[in-house]
């Protein structure tokens, strides 16, 4: 960018030293320099404008990694929780916690307990068939999510080859 502004400068430098050598009129002169400055401040302001918007991009990729990572972790520690049964994806599993604090999965709801639960329940979730654990209030929401995404793929649709920008459907 810095080269793009030199031969820019240098070309402004070019046609103002033209323009005196022809004995051309200071108003022109000054003309050529608030053309050039001009063209100079939209450039500037251009720049900044794109590289805001790759600045925001940049900051939803981070966010969108934490969100990753922090996923992650939680199924690692759900994982992790005492289970005295082989879990199975596409069920959904109870956890409750210990008075001693441990926490465990069980297969039986706090509604099928009724009143006798016996420790403290914390949540109800779903595990997926790719290990990842869904939290009971997103587990319609992710359900069909994959419904979508197994239609998509079950349709086994080809897209056509795009070479040019397609903004069809972002008009509605």
């Excluded at 430098?13 to 022809?22: D, F, K, N, S, T």
């Excluded at 922090?70 to 759900?78: K, T």
């Excluded at 420790?119 to 069909?144: C, P, V």
């Amino acid at each position: 960018m810095a080269e793009s502004r030199a031969e820019a400068g240098a070309a402004g430098a070019g046609a103002a030293v033209a323009l005196v050598e022809r004995g051309a009129d200071p108003g022109e002169l000054v003309a050529l320099a608030q053309q050039v400055q001009k063209a100079d401040e939209f450039i500037r302001a251009n720049a900044c404008n794109r590289l805001t918007v790759i600045a925001e991009q940049i900051q939803y990729l981070q966010e969108q990694a934490r969100k990753v990572l922090d996923e992650a972790n939680r199924d690692a520690d759900l994982h992790h929780v005492a289970c005295n049964i082989v879990k199975k994806p596409g069920n959904i599993y109870y956890l409750y916690r210990r008075e001693s604090g441990q926490r465990y999965f069980s297969i039986l709801s706090p509604k099928e307990w009724g009143t006798n639960c016996p420790h403290e329940f914390l949540g109800a979730y779903k595990l997926q068939h790719d290990m990842s654990w869904t939290s009971s209030e997103n587990i319609e929401k992710r359900d069909a999510e994959i419904s979508i995404l197994d239609k998509l793929l079950s349709q086994q649709a080809v897209l056509p080859p795009c070479t040019e920008p397609n903004f069809q459907g972002l008009t509605k």
